[in-house]
Structures are given as structure tokens and as C-alpha cells.
């Protein structure tokens, strides 16, 4: 079965830092990996994804994430945070073999970027 | 230019009501999903329609039924509504089922009293 977790509710972080956010994917054939973002009162925004290819992969907004397979991680990164990034991240999975077209979401990571 | 809309935006009803949330998607996707979004913001997919055949049909209390008359509108009826199902309903739709982007539509917050 897939799975996918975010092992941290909250990350903080100062404006201007670097920041990361953790996710880690259980899949028994190869994973397809999401990161959306949800602000307030709104639905989810597709960040950016992996399906194949090059490890890092460039997104929206300055986010990055990238593709480890031996440690089935997929983490989220911005080299400068802004203010205006603090919302509730979703890292997303699904197993690209399965034939299941079904994506599992994680919990969710709220991020907070202090001025 | 809204491209996945969803109304209403808010439900408030009472408990045993029988209610309707509509989803339409203008981005010529032929996969739309609804999803469950709980107060703690876990997010839960309940069905999933790929040219208006059902492929996804999580387990779900059957009061709660999809229809989808084509393949840019996918609604969800609710029966018999309980305390149990308030939450963010959101509705989302994709280009195919292989490894594409979801795009959600603003959600439905359903207060169930």
C-alpha cells in the first residue's frame, strides 16, 4: 500500500533563511511525488512534482524539491523564505505502477516564516 | 476565468437534511475527484471520476453519492446529512489519471447543527 508522511506539523522559520520541508513516500513501484500549498481559507495549489527524470525539480514560487530514492524522500526547499510562503504544505504520492489512480496526501506541514 | 468552481462556498443545515455540493471545471480535464478535508486539515479522497466512469470510490457512507452528468461537472448529493460530515469539501480535477497535477477548486465548508 502507499503512504506518504510529513513527519513535522510545524516548521518555523526567520525571513531570509533557508527552508526545508520534510517528506518522506512508501510505494511499491515507482512514485509519482506532489507538493502543493494551501492558504487560508482556499483549495490546494500544485508547487511542483517528480514523475521521472532529474532529481531536483523547480517549481513555483523559488520551491525546489528533491527525489531520493534510496531514502524514499521527496523534501520541499526555498533558499530565502518570505512572509508570504506561511501557509499548510501538502507533499503527495502515488505509486506510478500500480494501476491505482489514487493519490494519497500527508498531513501536512504548516509553515511559518517570521519577519 | 475561474477554472474549477464549487457551490456553495458555505452549507449550513441540520442534521437528517439532504444536501448538494456542484463542482464544474472549465480546463478541459477529464479526471475530477472530490475530497474530504477534516478539521484538522487531513485531507481524504472520497471518489474520482475519469470520463464520467467512476474510478475511485473510497470508503465512504453510501448516503454520500456522486454524479457526474459530464465530464466538466461533478457533483456529490449527501443524505441523511450527520454531525460526523462537517468539514471542507473540495473538488478537484486533473488531465488524465498518469502522473498529472490536480487542480482544486476553493471548497465547500459544510456545517452540519
Known amino acids: 500500500a502507499q503512504s506518504v508522511a510529513q513527519p513535522e506539523d510545524q516548521v518555523n522559520v526567520a525571513e531570509g533563511n533557508p527552508l526545508t520541508v520534510k517528506c518522506t513516500y512508501s510505494?511499491?513501484?515507482?512514485?509519482?511525488l506532489f507538493w502543493y500549498v494551501q492558504y487560508p481559507n482556499r483549495g490546494l495549489q500544485f508547487l511542483l512534482k517528480?514523475?521521472?527524470?532529474?532529481?531536483l525539480v523547480k517549481g513555483s514560487y523559488g520551491f525546489e524539491a528533491e527525489f531520493n530514492k534510496s531514502q524514499t524522500s521527496f523534501h520541499l526547499k526555498k533558499p530565502s523564505a518570505l512572509v508570504s510562503d506561511s501557509a499548510l504544505y501538502f507533499c503527495?504520492?502515488?505509486?506510478?505502477?500500480?494501476?491505482?489512480?489514487?493519490?494519497?496526501f500527508g498531513t501536512g506541514t504548516r509553515l511559518k516564516v517570521l519577519a | 476565468d475561474t477554472a474549477v468552481s464549487q457551490t456553495p462556498k458555505y452549507l449550513v443545515t441540520q442534521m437528517g437534511n439532504d444536501k448538494s455540493i456542484k463542482c464544474e471545471q472549465n480546463?478541459?480535464?477529464?479526471?475530477m475527484y472530490w475530497y474530504k478535508q477534516d478539521s484538522k486539515k487531513f485531507l481524504k479522497i472520497m471518489f474520482s471520476?475519469?470520463?464520467?466512469?467512476?474510478?475511485i470510490n473510497e470508503t465512504v457512507p453510501n448516503r454520500f453519492s456522486p454524479k457526474s452528468p459530464d465530464k466538466a461537472h461533478l457533483n456529490l448529493h449527501i443524505n441523511s446529512l450527520e454531525l460526523g460530515d462537517s468539514a471542507v469539501y473540495f473538488c478537484?480535477?486533473?488531465?488524465?489519471?498518469?502522473?498529472?497535477?490536480?487542480?482544486f477548486g476553493p471548497g465547500t465548508r459544510l456545517t452540519v447543527t
Open positions: 503527495a504520492v502515488r505509486d506510478g505502477q500500480s494501476g491505482t489512480y489514487k493519490y494519497i
Open positions: 510505494v511499491s513501484g515507482n512514485p509519482y
Open positions: 517528480y514523475i521521472t527524470g532529474d532529481n
Open positions: 471520476y475519469n470520463n464520467k466512469e467512476l474510478i
Open positions: 480546463l478541459g480535464h477529464d479526471t
Open positions: 478537484a480535477s486533473s488531465h488524465g489519471t498518469s502522473g498529472t497535477e490536480q487542480y
